[in-house]
């Protein structure tokens, strides 16, 4: 009787086993049918009325029959697992075979780039590179160019002070100080480099930016010689003529000074941000260099005369590459940087 119960509820239990759609079908054949109050415990309950050789009979049965349909269940629970791996691997398969995608060349920022066009085009002219520090002297900043601590000109240029009374260059200018006692007359020599203002930032200021400077002591220089260093330095970056204005403008280390004004390359002059709605950009201020400053510099302005030109750097990469918003530029941003 026991007998014929427990061979129907195994043939049952591996009908339903075979035909389980998922590991949870099969969790459910477990808990009904091998589970503390499953089948099989149930009729291990009718064990004790059983004669002793019947009781040992049917308790092999019942353990063979156990074992029977766990292996089952473990067989078909692995042939899950079998196929979502082989799905998996149909799906996210690779080609080890190809070649390595590589690293993504670098490239240099547009900034250090024009820097170098400009640095090989002036060194191909004989022109001296100088360097000098960012964190400058008061004097190199400001007096030994004229500028001395009550003049208004300090105030056109909103300054960094450290506590050590030193500053955070607010030109390349300084640099020019530093030439003239480094080359002494005759000297012609430019100086790229990093300065900083304490402005506000918007589309067209940044609290640092880039300038090169320019300067050339010598016998009889005059803004001819000036004109043409800027002109060939201009044709040399835009590779085409740029519309350009020489209006009067005011340094104190320069005497005539002028800014020298191109015409805006981003909107061709009609006016955008970059040039405030202008159609021109200040990019050149330049001058004749002021008798004080080679005095100071330890020149006689007697015997020597000079030009000098604080280039933006950082407005004409903008210009070049038509960057109308002066943020990109320190931003880090790999989107704009991939561009270059
Ligand atoms: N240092 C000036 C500035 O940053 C720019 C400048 C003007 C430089 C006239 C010069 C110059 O060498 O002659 O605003």
Redesign the pocket.
């Known amino acids: 009787m026991l007998e014929s119960q427990l061979q129907a509820l195994a043939a049952s239990a591996q009908q339903r086993i075979d035909a389980a759609a998922s590991p949870d079908a099969l969790e459910a054949v477990r808990v009904e049918v091998l589970g503390r109050k499953g089948a099989l415990a149930e009729v291990s309950k009718g064990m004790g009325k059983l004669t002793p050789t019947d009781r040992v009979r049917i308790g092999k049965l019942l353990n063979s029959t156990k074992t029977t349909l766990e292996s089952a269940l473990d067989a078909r629970l692995k042939s899950f697992a079998d196929a979502a791996l082989a799905a998996r691997l149909d799906a996210e398969w690779l080609d080890v075979t190809l070649p390595a995608p590589g690293t993504r060349p670098g490239a240099l920022h547009p900034l250090t780039r024009i820097q170098q066009e400009l640095e090989d085009l002036f060194t191909s002219m004989g022109v001296a590179v100088l360097d000098g520090p960012e964190v400058e002297s008061e004097y190199n900043n400001f007096d030994a160019l004229n500028i001395p601590p009550d003049h208004p000109a300090r105030d056109m240029?909103d300054t960094f002070w450290l506590s050590s009374g030193q500053c955070l260059r607010?030109?390349t200018?300084p640099v020019?100080v530093r030439g003239m006692a480094k080359l002494g007359p005759p000297l012609l020599m430019i100086a790229p480099g990093r300065v900083f203002r304490n402005e506000e930032v918007d589309a067209s200021h940044e609290h640092t930016f880039y300038?090169l400077?320019g300067?050339m002591v010598d016998r009889n220089v005059s803004i001819a010689h000036m004109l043409y260093f800027m002109r060939t330095l201009l044709k040399h970056i835009f590779n085409r003529e740029v519309t350009v204005r020489l209006r009067p403008g005011y340094?104190p280390?320069?005497e005539p000074?002028f800014e020298l004004d191109i015409q805006c390359l981003i909107c061709n002059g009609s006016g955008c941000p970059v040039c405030k709605q202008s159609g021109w950009v200040e990019l050149l201020?330049?001058?004749l260099v002021h008798p004080n400053v080679l005095r100071m510099g330890g020149i006689d302005p007697d015997r020597w005369g000079g030009f000098?030109?604080?280039l933006g750097l950082t407005r004409l990469v903008m210009m070049r590459y038509g960057i109308d918003d002066i943020r990109w530029l320190q931003s880090g941003d790999l989107r704009f940087l991939r561009q270059f």
């Open positions: 240029q607010t030109h200018s020019q300038q400077e300067m340094f280390f320069v000074g201020p330049c001058g000098a030109f604080g």
